[in-house]
């Protein structure tokens, strides 16, 4: 198995200014993503972090806003850039060990 | 493309009640099939999973079974708990790792 810390686990942000959210994981793993919870609503994947690579975006996100880094196979950074009070939302990402997708514990924004 | 749709929720049952929390997928092929569950202030947690029609996923008490002609994955527990109170999600993946998930089902247990 592995364990996935994600840090800040909470943040209060200035609108215009720029979070970054860093994910580390205990053992290598495959595959690493980036989910989007917006208040009340399901999970939303907004990229395959790549390692050494640049990741790979889903429909609606874009590197500007959500550059993401992943220099290695245990760590990888989401930046939430000129932030709104709509990117409030609870961030996610998930590395995949074997056939099983891990969770960190989430990241909570609120944009003011 | 590919979709999960979930029962809305919440779910408000006493405590020792049978639970259903009801999950249809859309999918081409044969995706693997997922429920998670996220406790409050947690992140998410694999309950159970299953790989191929006809596959009962279990864990803790909790069963789901893989019905491809009804294109189901139905959440049940015979008799829940106060600590089963959570958020669970449905979800369904390919061989790209990449999770959908639906929108999830609160259950909240009262003694």
């Known amino acids: 198995s592995a364990v996935i810390s994600q840090k800040p686990s909470r943040d209060i942000c200035q609108r215009g200014t720029s979070l970054t959210i860093q994910c580390q994981v205990d053992?290598?793993?495959?595959?690493m993503f980036w989910y989007r919870q917006q208040p009340g609503q399901s999970l939303t994947l907004i990229a395959t972090?790549?390692?050494?690579?640049?990741?790979?975006?889903e429909s609606g996100f874009v590197i500007d806003k959500f550059p993401i880094s992943r220099p290695n196979l245990t760590f990888s950074t989401l930046t939430v850039s000129n932030m709104s009070p709509e990117d409030s939302s609870i961030y996610l990402c998930s590395g995949v060990w074997g056939t099983e997708a891990f969770f960190g514990q989430g990241t909570r924004l609120t944009v003011v | 493309g590919d979709s999960v749709t979930q029962m809305e929720g919440p779910v408000t049952l006493s405590e020792e009640a049978f639970l259903t929390i009801n999950c249809t997928y859309t999918?081409?092929?044969?995706?693997?099939l997922f429920w998670y569950v996220q406790y409050p202030g947690e992140g998410l947690q694999l309950l159970l999973k299953?790989?191929?029609?006809?596959d009962k996923g279990s864990n803790k008490g909790f069963e789901a079974t893989y019905r491809k002609e009804t294109t189901s994955f139905h959440l049940e527990k015979g008799s829940v708990q106060v600590s089963d109170s959570a958020v669970y999600f449905c979800a369904l993946n390919h061989n790209t790792d990449k999770l959908i998930f639906g929108t999830g089902t609160r259950l909240q247990v009262f003694p």
């Open positions: 999918a081409t092929g044969y995706p693997s």
């Open positions: 972090a790549n390692q050494g690579s640049e990741a790979t975006y």
């Open positions: 053992s290598q793993v495959t595959m």
């Open positions: 299953a790989t191929k029609a006809d």
